[in-house]
C-alpha cells in the first residue's frame, strides 16, 4: 500500500505539487482566523449567577438568595455540579456544565431558571443576574487613569472612567466587560437628622418613600386640539441637588415641609470594597478589558488599542488612559518563541541532511516538510476548534 502511494506520487508530481500548494494556502487562510493566545484556555464550562443583597449577613444570603438559585439549577441538560458562595452582601453561584455544552445554550437555560428563582427569593433581598460571557484568561488589558495636570479629583476620574471609558470600550466587537476599580463612584447623599424627623414625627421610610415618589417623570397620554395630539407629561425627575433639597415629604397646616429641613443632601461617594495604586506613591483610577468568550485575543486587544487612542482625544485636557498590562505582547511572545524554533528546526535539519547525503534535493524535501506539517496542523485545528497557543503549537512541532 506504501508503495503504491509513493509510487503514485511519484508518477504524478505536478498533482502532488498543486495538492501541497493547496493544502498549505488553506492552511495559511486557517491561521489567520485561528485563534491565536498564549496559552490555552483550560476553564471548566461555566455559568456564574450573582446576586447583590444589601447589607445581610452571609447565614441569610446563604438560606434567602443563594439556596433558591441552587435548587432552580438542578436538573438543567448538561449540568455536571453546582457550587455556591455566600458573603456578606454577596451570592455567587457557579453552575458547571458538560464540555461538549455550547456556552450560549447553557446561559439560555440558566436564564430560564432564574425566573423561577426570583419568584422564589425574597422582595428587596436581591436580583439574581448572570456574569460575562468570559473565562479567567479573558483579561486581556489593563489600564489607568492618568492625570498629568492634577486637576481631576479620584470622584471625576471614576465618574470619566465609568461614563466614558467604559461605555466607548464595551462597544468594540469581542469584548464583553469593562471593569473598574478605585477612586469614589458619584452618589447624591441624603443624611437624614434623626431629631428633625422626631420633631415633624417622620419616619425614615417616609422619607425614602416620598423620594422616590418624587424623582420620577409621569405620562399622561395627549390631549386632542384641531386634530392634533398634544402629549401630556409630568416632568418630576431630578436634575440635581437643590430638585433633590426642595422634594416635599410631608405638609403640616398647610406648610410644606422640605427634605433639606429633616437631611443634608450632598454629593459624595459609594462604599468602597478596594483600592488601586500605582508603584505605592498614590491612588489610581483603573480598569480591566474582559474580551468574550471564544474571541481571537489578537484581534480584540487590536481593537481595542484602537479604540483607546479614540477616547484618548476626546478625554479632558491632561488625562489619557494607559495601558500597564497587555496579553498582546504575551500573546506576540509565545508565538515568537514557536515561529523562532520552528525556523531554527527547518534550518537545523536541512544542515544535517545536506552534511550527511552531500545533496539539496533531500534537504529541500525535509525542510519543505516541516512548515507543510505546520500549516496542515492549522487547518486540523480550525476544524476542531483548538486556539493557537505555546503549548498547542510546541506540542506538534515536536
Known sequence: MLERLIGFSLANRLLIGVVALLVMGAGLLAYTELPVDAFPDV???????FTVTEGLAPEEVEKFVT???????????????????????????????????????ARQVVGERLQEAREQIPEGFGEPEMGPISTGMGLVLFYYLEDRNGR?????LRTLQDWIVKTNLQTVPGV???????????????????????????TLGEVIHRIRANNLNVGAQFLERNGE????????????????????????????????????????????????????????????????????SSTVIA??????????????????????????SLVEGAVRTVSRALVQGILLVAFVLLLFTGGLRPSFVVAVAIPFSVLFAFLLMDRVGLSANLMSLGTRRR
Open 176 to 202: 464583553t466587560e469593562v471593569l473598574g476599580i478605585g477612586g469614589y463612584e458619584k452618589q447624591f447623599q441624603v443624611v437624614v437628622h434623626p431629631e428633625d424627623l422626631q420633631r415633624f414625627d417622620l
Open 43 to 49: 476553564s471548566p464550562n461555566l455559568v456564574q449567577v
Open 303 to 328: 481593537r481595542v488599542e484602537e479604540r483607546v487612542s479614540e477616547i484618548n482625544e476626546i478625554l479632558p485636557a491632561g488625562v489619557r488612559i494607559v495601558p500597564y498590562y497587555e496579553q498582546k
Open 152 to 156: 481631576h479629583s479620584l470622584e471625576e
Open 67 to 105: 439556596y433558591p438559585v441552587e435548587v432552580a439549577m438542578t436538573g438543567l441538560p448538561g449540568v455536571e455540579k453546582v457550587r455556591s458562595v455566600s458573603n456578606f452582601g454577596l451570592s455567587v453561584v457557579n453552575v458547571y456544565f458538560e464540555d461538549s455544552m455550547d456556552i450560549y445554550f
Open 229 to 296: 395630539e398634544l402629549v401630556v407629561r409630568s416632568v418630576g425627575l431630578a436634575t440635581g441637588m437643590e430638585d433633590l433639597r426642595s422634594i416635599v415629604v410631608k405638609t403640616e397646616v398647610g406648610r410644606p415641609i422640605y427634605l433639606h429641613d429633616v437631611a443634608e443632601v450632598h454629593v459624595g461617594g459609594a462604599v468602597r470594597r478596594g483600592v488601586q495604586t500605582r508603584n505605592g506613591s498614590g491612588e489610581v483610577i483603573a480598569g480591566m478589558v474582559v474580551k468574550l468568550f471564544g474571541a481571537n
